[in-house]
C-alpha cells in the first residue's frame, strides 16, 4: 500500500502558497500536572520542526503548535489551514483522530506522521488524508504539490528510507525556540547525529532500520551556534542509540565546544560505556543516559555480557551502572517488563535486587507492549493471538498491557509488577535515591519522579488493576481474551485523558484492528496486492463508546 504520489504528475502542477498548520502532540490530552508543565515541551520531538521548516523553505505560511496538554488546541489550530500535519505516537493517536476530523469539518487536508503512522498504518489511513512512513523532503513537498483530499480513506506514502540529511538546530531554530518557550526553568535542545540502530531488538520500532549517521559537520556548527543562545546549553541526543560511532561523536563536541561547554542527555546501549568512553564522555559535558538493561534473560549483547543470564548478568550489570554513576550524574536504567524468556519469581527479584545494589539510578519500566507493525516481533504476537484490541490511549507502556504474558497468568504477574514496582518506589527506595544523587538537581529530580505519576502513581493504578482482575468478572474476561467490551474503569480514564476532544473523536475512532499487521503480511504473502483500501476489516465489536457506537 505504500506510494509516492506520482512525481510527474505532482511536479506539473505549480505550488500554491499554502497556510500549513504543524502540531507536535507531545500531550495525549488534556494536562495539568506539574510535571507536564515543567519537562513536556523539553519532550518535544525533531520531525514536526523539520516538516515545519522545510514547508517554510518551499514558500508556504507555517503555524507551529506544541501541544503539551494545557493549551486550547482548537483555538491554536484555527479554521483557516489549507493543510494539518500531525505528529503523534500511539499514546496520542486518538487525540491526533479527533483533530483531524475536526480539521478536515473546516476544509482542511490532514497528514499524519510519527510512531504512530508507522505502527498502524491501515488505521491512520481512516481518519487522514495522508499517513507518512519515512518522510523526507521529496515526499512532503509531492503531497503538497498534489494538495488533493484523499477520502474515505487515506493514503499511505512513504520515502525509500529514512533521510539522509535534516535541517539542522540552525535551520529550525525558529521552532525549537518557540517549543523551549513553553519549558519553565530546564530547556533541552533535540538534535539528532544517526538514525536506526546496528542492533536488532526484536521489540524495537529502529530494529530493522539501517544505521546510519547525519552530516556530522551540520552538527559541529549546530553546537556551536547553541552557544550564541545560551549560557550552557542543554542538548538531549534522539538518537536510538547514541555514541555508536563514538570517537567521531566526541571528536565533534571536542571541536565545537570548550571542554563542559555543553551539558548533554543521551539514550544508549551499556556496550558502549566502556570506562575509557565514559571518562570522556565526562569530560565532554554527559550529564545523563539512558541505557537499556530491558532483561535479565534476554538481549545480552547490547549491554556487553554476551549470554550471560540470571544473576550472574545482575551482578555485572550492577558493578557496571556503579561505575557509570561514577562518572555520569543521572542514570535512567529502562527495563521491558513481561518479556517471554522471563518466568517465576526470579526477574522481578532481580530487578529488586539491582535496585537495592544501585541505589541511584532510577529504573524506568515499561509494560511489554506491542504497536502494531513497528517491530518484528509484533508479528509473532499477533499470530500466536496474544494480542488485546486495548485502545490507543492506553498504549504508553504502563496504563495497560497488551500482550498477554508467556509464563504467567494476570493476576499472578500483576502480583510480581506491584511487588518490584512497590519495592522500587517505597520510601526507603526514594530515600536512598535521593541520598545517593551526586547532584543538587538530580537528587530533586529522582525526588519528584519517584513521588509523581512515573513513580508512586503507577504503583497506585497497577493495585487498581489487580484488583478489578480478581473482584470483576467482566474486566478479567477482557484480558482473556473472552470479551471485546473495554471495561468501564479504561472508559473513564480515556476520557478523563481526551477532556473535550471525547465528543469530537470519530466514530469508532477507539477501536483498531489488532491484527492489521499479520493480515497485511499473509496478503503478500500469498502475492497478492496489498487493498489499496486498507482499512475494510471484518472484526468482531471491540468497543462501544458513550453514545454506543461501534464500527
Ligand atoms: S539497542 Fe535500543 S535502539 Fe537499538 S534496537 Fe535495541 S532497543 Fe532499539
Known amino acids: 500500500m505504500a ?31 506539574l510535571y507536564g508543565y515543567v519537562m513536556f515541551a523539553n519532550s518535544a520531538s525533531i520531525m514536526p520542526q523539520v516538516v515545519a521548516t522545510l514547508c517554510e523553505s518551499e514558500g508556504h505560511a507555517v503555524n507551529f503548535i506544541v501541544y503539551t496538554g494545557r493549551e486550547d488546541l482548537a483555538r491554536e489550530v484555527g479554521t483557516e489551514a489549507d493543510v494539518v500535519f500531525i505528529s503523534a505516537f500511539t499514546t496520542a493517536a486518538a487525540l491526533a483522530y479527533a483533530i483531524s476530523a475536526w480539521c478536515r469539518s473546516n476544509g482542511a487536508i490532514t497528514i499524519l506522521g510519527g510512531p504512530h503512522a ?45 533521510p539522509q540529511s535534516l535541517p ?3 535551520e529550525r531554530w525558529k521552532f525549537v525556540e518557540k517549543t523551549l518557550q513553553k519549558a519553565p526553568w530546564i530547556k533541552v535542545v533535540p538534535m539528532i547525529g544517526s538514525m536506526g540502530c546496528p542492533y536488532s531488538c526484536s521489540f524495537c520500532i529502529d530494529a530493522n532500520v539501517p544505521y546510519q549517521t ?14 550564541t543562545k545560551f549560557a550552557k546549553p542543554l542538548v538531549a541526543w534522539h538518537d536510538p542509540n547514541f555514541g555508536i560511532k563514538f570517537d567521531q561523536y ?92 522471563d518466568q517465576g519469581a526470579e526477574p522481578f527479584e ?18 511489554l507492549t506491542s504497536y502494531g507493525s513497528a517491530a518484528p516481533l509484533n508479528l509473532e504476537y499477533q499470530e500466536a493471538g496474544r494480542i488485546l484490541p486495548f485502545p490507543f490511549p492506553l ?12 509464563h504467567y497468568g494476570w493476576v499472578e504477574f500483576y502480583d510480581r509488577l506491584i511487588d518490584v514496582v512497590g519495592h522500587t518506589f517505597s520510601p526507603r527506595a526514594i530515600y536512598r535515591r535521593f541520598a545517593s544523587a551526586t547532584q543538587r538537581e538530580t537528587r530533586w529530580l529522582n525526588l519528584v519522579r519517584g513521588l509523581s505519576q512515573e513513580g508512586r502513581g503507577r504503583l497506585r493504578h497497577h493495585r487498581r488493576v489487580r484488583e478489578l482482575l480478581v473482584s470483576d468478572r467482566a ?26 476532544w471525547y465528543e469530537r473523536l470519530p466514530e469508532g475512532a477507539l477501536w483498531h484492528d489488532h491484527l492489521a499487521y499479520s493480515k497485511r503480511e499473509r496478503t503478500e504473502a500469498r502475492g497478492e496486492l496489498v487493498p489499496k483500501i486498507p482499512a475494510v476489516i471484518q472484526a468482531p465489536i471491540l468497543w462501544r463508546d458513550a453514545r454506543g457506537v461501534a464500527p
Open 168 to 170: 539542522g538546530v540552525r
Open 350 to 367: 532481580l530487578t529488586k535486587r539491582f535496585v537495592d545494589l544501585c541505589p541511584a539510578a532510577f529504573p524506568g519500566y515499561s509494560l
Open 395 to 406: 498504549l504508553n507502556n504502563n496504563l495497560a498491557m497488551n500482550v498477554r504474558p508467556r
Open 118 to 162: 508507522r505502527s498502524y498504518p491501515e488505521d491512520a489511513c481512516r481518519y487522514f488524508d495522508y499517513v507518512f512512513g519515512f518522510t523526507d523532503r521529496e515526499t512532503l513537498v509531492d503531497v503538497l504539490r498534489a494538495n488533493e483530499r484523499q477520502r474515505p480513506l487515506g493514503r499511505y506514502v512513504t520515502a525509500p528510507g529514512q
Open 475 to 500: 474486566f478479567r474476561d477482557y484480558f482473556e481474551g473472552e470479551s471485546t467490551v473495554l471495561p468501564q474503569f479504561y472508559v473513564d480514564l480515556i476520557k478523563r485523558s481526551l477532556g473535550s
Open 214 to 227: 547525519l552530516p556530522f559537520d551540520v552538527i559541529e556548527e549546530d553546537l556551536r551556534f547553541l552557544l
Open 250 to 341: 566526541m571528536g565533534l563536541i571536542e571541536r565545537a565546544a570548550p571542554r563542559g561547554a555543553i551539558n548533554f542527555i543521551a539514550e544508549t546501549s551499556l556496550s558502549i560505556l566502556t570506562e575509557p568512553h565514559l571518562r570522556r564522555m565526562r569530560d565532554n559535558g554527559i550529564v545523563a543516559l539512558l541505557p537499556g538493561i530491558e532483561s535479565w534473560y534476554d538481549l545480552g549483547g547490547k549491554s556487553r555480557v554476551g549470554r550471560t543470564t540470571g544473576t550472574e548478568k545482575l551482578e555485572r550489570i550492577s558493578e557496571h551502572v556503579n561505575l557509570i554513576q561514577s562518572y555520569v550524574p543521572y542514570l535512567q536504567t529502562n527495563f521491558v517488563i513481561g518479556m517471554d524468556n
Open 3 to 33: 506510494s509516492r504520489i506520482s512525481a510527474r504528475r505532482a511536479q506539473g502542477r505549480p505550488m500554491r502558497k499554502l497556510k500549513v498548520a504543524v502540531i507536535d502532540l507531545i500531550g495525549n490530552g488534556e494536562n495539568r500536572s
